[in-house]
Nanobody
Framework: QVQLVESGGGLVQTGGSLRLSCAVS????????VGWFRQAPGKEREIVAA????????YYADSVQGRFTISRDNSKYTVDLQMNSLKPEDTAIYYC?????????????????????WGKGTQVTVSA
């Protein structure tokens, strides 16, 4: 049984920083992909960042490139999202997700529908 639990959300002013953490439990093959997604009110869920569980390349949405960093600690089974220079448009519920599909040693999906397991989300609010 795979479970993901997010933490670290909160209220921050524009320009501030937050660090989200996702604790992963259950079977996580090395080819798994981990991703952070977000959903703002009235909008579709969108990917923020993704990475292979075992390392390698990372993906960032254009809107967060250069501001957000995804990182993993495989020994602790955690995936973090460091968010700097936050903007009001970053306000959303942030979800951690896991996709255990094998696409190849270096490939993974960035589509939300491909991810099998989801956390319950953590609210991030950036005030103007």
């Amino acid at each position: 049984q795979v479970q993901l639990v997010e933490s670290g959300g909160g209220l921050v002013q524009t320009g501030g920083s937050l660090r989200l953490s996702c604790a992963v439990s259950g079977r996580t093959p090395s080819w798994s992909a981990v991703g952070w997604f977000r959903q703002a009110p009235g909008k579709e869920r969108e990917i923020v960042a993704a990475s292979h569980w075992s390392g390698g390349s990372t993906y960032y949405a254009d809107s967060v490139q250069g501001r957000f960093t995804i990182s993993r600690d495989n020994s602790k089974y955690t995936v973090d999202l460091q968010m700097n220079s936050l903007k009001p448009e970053d306000t959303a519920i942030y979800y951690c997700a896991l996709d255990r599909t094998y696409y190849g040693d270096t490939r993974y999906s960035t589509a939300a529908h491909a991810y099998d397991y989801w956390g319950k989300g953590t609210q991030v609010t950036v005030s103007a």
